[in-house]
């Protein structure tokens, strides 16, 4: 595995994302929605977003939800492999406006969501 020469093989670059700030453009599509309704819980290790959201790619699934719309940070937090290697973690979060934009997104008339999963999205209790 090539790396360049000012990391080592257990880093990777910052996430350098262009980060849309304009309004969110909404998704019915459900591995977001899961996506969404993990993160509004909470920060999300890649691995655990990758099994809320069904999927095996999540920092894909977040590049998609930024480009509709939302900020959707990633924090490099130092943690250990399996092998007890020092490794730096991805950790997503939703930022203060995320949070704002999806409260404030009419999901009910764009999306075709089940009781819970909007339970889910606004912190409800179902």
Known sequence: MKTPSNQTA???APDT???????FQGTDNPRHLRG????????????????AAGCSNFPDLVAELRRRGLETTC????DRDRDGLAIKRGVYHFT????????????LS???????????LFGEAM
Do not use: C, M, Y
């Open 10 to 12: 257990f880093e990777s």
């Open 17 to 23: 994302a262009n980060h849309n700030t304009g309004k």
């Open 36 to 51: 969404i309704a993990a993160l509004q819980r909470g920060p999300l290790p890649r691995e655990h977003g990758d099994r």
């Open 75 to 78: 924090e490099r937090v130092p």
């Open 96 to 107: 203060a406006s995320d949070r704002r934009k999806v409260t404030n997104w009419p999901i």
């Open 110 to 120: 764009r999306a075709k969501v089940g009781a819970g999963d909007t339970a889910q």
